[in-house]
C-alpha cells in the first residue's frame, strides 16, 4: 500500500508553491530557447489596452510591443517595426526598451531576408534597400551590445551577424571568445549549486507571476480525476501569493485593468526580462532535419522536456483502480480477532490462516497490473512546470541547460570554421567540423555538413566533399516545390 500513498504524495507535491530556484533556471532555459517557443500575444486583448491607455506609461508602451510581438510572430516584419518606431522614444523602463530594439531587431532580420530573395526575382527589390536595411541592422546590434554587457548568447548574435558581413577575421575572434564562455558556463552547471542562471537574470514579480499562471492555464490538459488534485491546481491561481503578486503588478502599472489585461501584460513583461528576444538558435522548422544519431535523439529528448506535458491515462483504467478491492480479505473485525486470540491454539500462524485468509500473500486488487502500469507512465513522464515546488525540478531544467549550452559550443565551432575557411586557414577548419561530426551529438548536424564540404572543396578533396553534400541532401526535407 505504500506505492498508493507515494503517488498520492506525488499528486499533492506537484503544485506547491514554487521555489525560486524554479524560476531563474526555467528563465535560463526560456533565454536559451528564443522567442520562437512564447506565446501568441492575445491580439484582441492588446487593442483594448492601447486603446485603454491610450499608449501611454508602462502599460501603454507594453501593450504597443505586445502589438509588434504579434506583428512579428504573423510574418509581418514591416507592421512591427513601424509599431517599434511609433513608442521606441517615449519608453523610459530599461527592460521594455531593450525588449523593443530586440523585436525590431528580429524583424529587420526577417525583412532582410524577404528583400534578399526578392534580389533574385527579376524587377524586385533594388540592392540599395537592403544595404539600407543592413545598416539599420547594424545599429540595433550596437543598441543591444551596449545594453547586454557580458551576456555570451548575445556576442554570439553579434559575431554571426558579423561573419554574415564579411568581417572573418573579426567574427572569428568573437566566436573564440564565446566558446571561452560557453565551456566556462557549461562547467559550473556541473558543479553543485541550488541553481544557475544565465548573466543578466532578474527577479522582475513579472517572471514569478507568469510562471504561477503557465502552470494553471497550460494547454491540452486533460480534465482531472482526482478532486484533490483539481482543488491544488485551483489554488494556484485563487491562492493569496498568486493574488498578492497580481495585485503588486497592477500596482506598479499604476493603471486600472481587468485580470485577462493584467494576464497579458505580465507574459509580455516576462518576455522582456528573460531577454531572449533577439535570437533564433533553436529554430522548430527548418529546411533540413535534425541529426538522428542516438546521442543527437537524447538531446532531442531532453529539450522536449522542457514543455510541459500531460501524462494519458485512461479513465477505465482510472476507474477500475479506484474501485479495486483485494481478491480475498486477510482481515476481520475486532470482536472475531478477540476471540479467537483468547481461545487454545497449538499453532497459532496456522490457525491464522485458516480462519482469515491467505493474508499479505494475496494480490494487491483486482487491477493491480493497471495500476502498475499507470504509475510506471506518470514516474516515466518528463518534469512539467507543475512539479516547480520540488527540489528536482530545477536541477532538471540545470540539465537541459547544460544540453542547450553543449549544442550552442558546437554551433560556434561550427561558425569558427566557417570563418577560418573564409579567412583561407583550411587546415586548422577542417579538424574542427571532424570533432563536432564525430561527437555525433549535434541536431542541427546540417551546418556541420555544408561547412566541411565547403572547406574540403576549397581544398580540394573532391571526394570527401562529395560524400558530406549526399550526406546533406538525405537531411534536406522535401517539399512540393522539389517534387
Known amino acids: 500500500m505504500f506505492c498508493v500513498s507515494a503517488a498520492r504524495l506525488t499528486a499533492l507535491a506537484s503544485h506547491q508553491p514554487i521555489l525560486p530556484p524554479s524560476v531563474s533556471t526555467r528563465v535560463a532555459v526560456m533565454r536559451f530557447l528564443g522567442d520562437g517557443r512564447s506565446r501568441m500575444p492575445n491580439i484582441n486583448t492588446i487593442n483594448t489596452l492601447i486603446t485603454k491607455t491610450g499608449a501611454k506609461g508602462l502599460a501603454g508602451n507594453a501593450s504597443v510591443l ?22 521606441l522614444p517615449e519608453i523610459s523602463d530599461d ?68 561573419l554574415y558581413e564579411g568581417c572573418a577575421k573579426d567574427a572569428y575572434d568573437s566566436f573564440r571568445l564565446v566558446e571561452k564562455s560557453i565551456q566556462e558556463y557549461i562547467l559550473s552547471l556541473k558543479k ?56 503588486a503588478f497592477k500596482k506598479d502599472l499604476g493603471a486600472a485593468l481587468t485580470d485577462e489585461e493584467v494576464v497579458e501584460l505580465v507574459y509580455i513583461f516576462e518576455a522582456a526580462h528573460i531577454r531572449h528576444h533577439f535570437h533564433d538558435y533553436f529554430p522548430l522548422h527548418e529546411d533540413y532535419r535534425g541529426w538522428g544519431s542516438e546521442r543527437a535523439n537524447a538531446a532531442k529528448g531532453t529539450l522536449a522536456s522542457h514543455s510541459t506535458s500531460s501524462v494519458f491515462l485512461d479513465d477505465k483504467l482510472l476507474a477500475s483502480i479506484r474501485t479495486s478491492v483485494p481478491h480475498q480479505a486477510f482481515y476481520a473485525g475486532e470482536d472475531e480477532l478477540r476471540l479467537f486470540m483468547s481461545s487454545d491454539h497449538k499453532d497459532l500462524i496456522a490457525e491464522l490462516r485458516h480462519t482469515f485468509g491467505s493474508g499479505p500473500k494475496t494480490s494487491l486488487a483486482k487491477s493491480e497490473d493497471a495500476y ?22 530545477p536541477v532538471s531544467q540545470n540539465d537541459i541547460c547544460l544540453c542547450l549550452a553543449q549544442q550552442l559550443l558546437y554551433r560556434t565551432r561550427v561558425n569558427i570554421a566557417v570563418a577560418l575557411t573564409q579567412l583561407d586557414r583550411l587546415e586548422e577548419a577542417v579538424p574542427i567540423l571532424d570533432g563536432v561530426i564525430n561527437a555525433d ?7 556541420a555538413l555544408l561547412a566541411r564540404g565547403e572547406a574540403n572543396k576549397r581544398f580540394g578533396h573532391i571526394g570527401k566533399s562529395d560524400e558530406d553534400f549526399r550526406q546533406l541532401l538525405q537531411l534536406k526535407r522535401i517539399t512540393s516545390a522539389d517534387a
Open 441 to 447: 551529438e549535434y541536431i542541427y548536424m546540417w551546418r
Open 192 to 247: 553543485p549549486s541550488p541553481s544557475q542562471a544565465l548573466h543578466g537574470t532578474d527577479n522582475h514579480a513579472s517572471l514569478v507571476l507568469a510562471f504561477q499562471l503557465s502552470r494553471a492555464r497550460t494547454p491540452n490538459v486533460p480534465k482531472v480525476s482526482s478532486k484533490i488534485v483539481d482543488e491544488a491546481i485551483k489554488c494556484i491561481v485563487e491562492g493569496y501569493s498568486t493574488k498578492e503578486a497580481t495585485l
Open 95 to 162: 527592460a521594455l526598451k531593450r525588449f523593443a530594439v530586440g523585436i525590431r531587431l528580429r524583424a529587420r532580420n526577417d525583412l532582410l531576408d524577404m528583400k534578399e530573395s526578392a534580389l533574385k526575382v527579376h524587377g524586385g527589390i533594388t540592392e540599395l534597400e537592403v544595404s539600407d536595411i543592413r545598416a539599420a541592422l547594424r545599429d540595433d546590434y550596437k543598441v543591444l551590445e551596449a545594453a547586454s554587457p557580458g551576456c555570451w548568447l548575445f556576442e554570439l548574435a553579434v559575431a554571426e551577424y558579423r
Open 66 to 87: 505586445g502589438k509588434a510581438m504579434f506583428y512579428l510572430k504573423r510574418g509581418n516584419p514591416v507592421g512591427a517595426i513601424a509599431e517599434i518606431d511609433k513608442i
Open 372 to 393: 502498475f502500469d499507470a504509475l510506471k507512465a506518470v514516474e516515466n513522464s518528463p518534469m512539467s512546470a507543475d512539479a516547480a515546488g520540488s527540489a528536482a525540478y
